[in-house]
């Protein structure tokens, strides 16, 4: 019999198969007490796990390239951090094995960022995933991962960690299902890269029995288990038109009418670049830069090796507009040189612009290094910081950009409510505004955007959270200056004319979700985006939005 389950969805397309599940988590290590003779013999055993996991994690990050190799990168760091593993020794100095050295040593730490109001859960996720992998390394089993199967499947887990979700083969995972996570989870992410169909944050899926058949739809996070044929019929058809849509559609985003939107990808360096262009990205219009600052904790990198990572990703896109967002450390991104290690809470604390505006050497380094990867390019470079509060926060980045002799546009991030409230204050310091929605729901909220429990309030359809967009396009438009969206809620195809109607002027997003936003927009006018709008800001509920949206641009 036919059921439905409602999840997020985070990744477009249709997926029907068998389940398969995710092997099952390291049991603990038992707590064996060993002699002090031992003692060095299982430190230098837990020192050759901890190596082997971290150079595996980079050799993994290295086969799949784009965001999915910084991710990693950041995952092998976590294994062989200095504190962790002065922790794992002193606990092996005292009688531990190195495994349960290991084990409790994460465990400890895992609390502390628990201890620190959870903001930091996305990482906490990761760092279950490094201690699997090394404890089952000093055990001899086997890392419980992705199912062999020689047949294709749908795979549901608890979650997946991001060494899991970026080396999965598409020709047999046909879409995947996860129990926890959210829409800005690392593995939504790379869902979206890799362009598997994903649903996240779906309690009770993984009671569903192995073998059973089911269909999963990443674009409406709706879940069918043993569905009719009727069903199967009437998904294959979507995807179809889906598929066909695609196919028609190319060239510069815009509505049916001629309302010109531009398109731009979302890349985290030069390894990014190809799907962006591939999808016909019309620019970048988030170049995420702390991706190059998290190769080292201890230490920025030189002004040599930014020039060599900007230029490559500026020219790209000759001609056309690059926006670089500027280091955005702090909270979920720590880095020793940068960040306080003892903030209470992190996501309220020093991060973003904050850290850089108290590390000017840092930030006249980065500004200096993007003014000479610009040069003699034709390229349009714009340059935003995060985490911009209100007009003092936009009056010092635009002042540091100048002393840096930068020519390009200078911009501020709209993250923090503050910034929406007051969008035109900012805008007589900076010349555009880009809306980074997800940490904007966050805060709007008081909802954390990597807690599975709060992804309702972490929706983007919420009306709230679209009347702090409209706001701030009109500032914008009020202003005469530009408003794009740079967020996750770009890339859904029907909040992108919904994002559109309210006044938006660009949308960026993961490279494969292009195709997907320029299809739908090229099917209705700028006038129907409106009505969409109004409607889904009419309505009390995320839910209710969404439905009241579709029902403008169907014409219902």
């Known amino acids: 019999m036919e059921t439905t389950l409602r999840g997020v969805g985070v990744s477009h397309g249709v997926a029907i198969g068998e389940v398969r599940h995710m092997g099952t988590a390291v049991l603990e290590p038992p707590a064996r007490q060993i ?20 150079a595996d994690l980079i050799a993994r990050g290295q086969l799949a390239g784009g965001e999915a190799q910084h991710v990693l990168e950041a995952q092998a760091m ?14 092996i100095a005292v009688g531990s094995t190195a495994e349960r050295g290991v084990y409790d040593a994460f465990a400890a730490y895992r609390d502390l960022l628990a201890g620190a109001g959870e903001y930091m ?18 055990l001899g089993v086997p890392m419980p991962g992705v199912p062999d199967s020689d047949e294709p499947y749908v795979l549901i887990a608890r979650d997946l960690a991001p060494a899991d979700t970026a080396l999965l083969d598409p020709t047999l995972v046909l879409g995947f299902v996860t129990e926890e996570g959210g829409p800005t989870s690392h593995s939504a992410i790379l869902a979206r890269a890799l362009g598997v169909p994903a649903i996240v944050a779906l309690p009770g899926a993984g009671e569903i029995a192995e073998g059973t058949v089911i269909a999963v739809d990443g674009s409406t996070g709706d879940l069918f288990v043993e569905p009719t044929a009727e069903k199967k019929a009437e998904l294959a058809a ?22 010109k939107v531009p398109l731009l990808a979302n890349v985290g360096g030069p390894a990014d670049v190809p799907a962006a262009v591939e999808a016909g990205a019309e620019g970048v219009g988030l170049f995420r830069t702390e991706f190059l600052f998290l ?65 000017p050497d840092v930030l006249r380094t980065q500004l200096t290094a993007l003014a000479k990867a610009a040069e003699g390019l034709p390229v349009h470079l714009e340059v935003m910081a995060p985490m911009v509060a209100d007009r003092i926060d936009a009056k010092a980045f635009a002042d540091a950009c100048r002393e840096a ?23 007589r310091e900076v010349e555009f505004l880009s ?89 209705h006018t700028l006038a129907q985006c409106e009505r969409a709008a109004a409607a889904a800001r009419a309505s009390d509920t995320a839910e209710e939005a969404r439905k009241a949206a579709q029902a403008v641009l169907s014409g219902e």
């Open 78 to 91: 976590i294994a062989e951090d200095p504190e962790l593993m002065a922790d794992v020794d002193r606990r």
């Open 405 to 427: 002799g930068l020519k390009a546009k200078f911009g501020a991030m709209v993250e923090i409510p503050s910034a929406a409230l007051r969008a035109r204050s900012i805008l």
């Open 238 to 259: 979507a995807a179809a038109e889906r598929k066909a849509a695609l196919a028609a559609s190319s060239g510069p985003g815009a509505t049916s009418d001629g309302h």
């Open 295 to 359: 190769d080292d904790s201890k230490k920025a990198p030189s002004e040599e090796k930014q020039i060599e990572s900007y230029r490559k990703v500026l020219e790209a896109f000759p001609e056309g507009r690059v926006v670089v967002r500027v280091l955005d450390a702090g909270a979920d991104k720590p880095l020793d040189f940068l960040t306080p290690g003892d903030e209470p809470n992190p996501a309220l604390g020093v991060r973003g612009l904050r850290s850089l505006l108290d590390h």
């Open 435 to 523: 809306l980074g929605t997800n940490d904007l729901a966050q805060y709007a909220f008081a909802a954390d955007r990597q807690v599975g429990a709060v992804s309702r309030l972490q929706d983007p359809w919420q009306p709230a959270l679209l009347d702090l967009i409209a706001m701030s396009a009109d500032a914008a438009r009020a202003e005469g200056k530009s408003c794009g969206v740079c967020g996750e809620a770009a890339s859904d195809p029907l909040l992108a004319c919904v994002l559109t109607g309210l006044g938006v002027t660009s949308l960026s997003m993961g490279a494969a979700s292009i195709p997907y936003v320029r299809a739908t927009l090229a099917k």
């Open 121 to 138: 859960a996305g990482r906490v996720a990761d760092l279950d995933d490094v201690r699997n992998r090394i404890v089952a390394r000093l």
């Open 35 to 54: 002699t002090a003779d031992e003692a060095a013999r299982e430190q230098g055993r837990a020192r050759q796990a901890v190596s082997a996991v971290a």
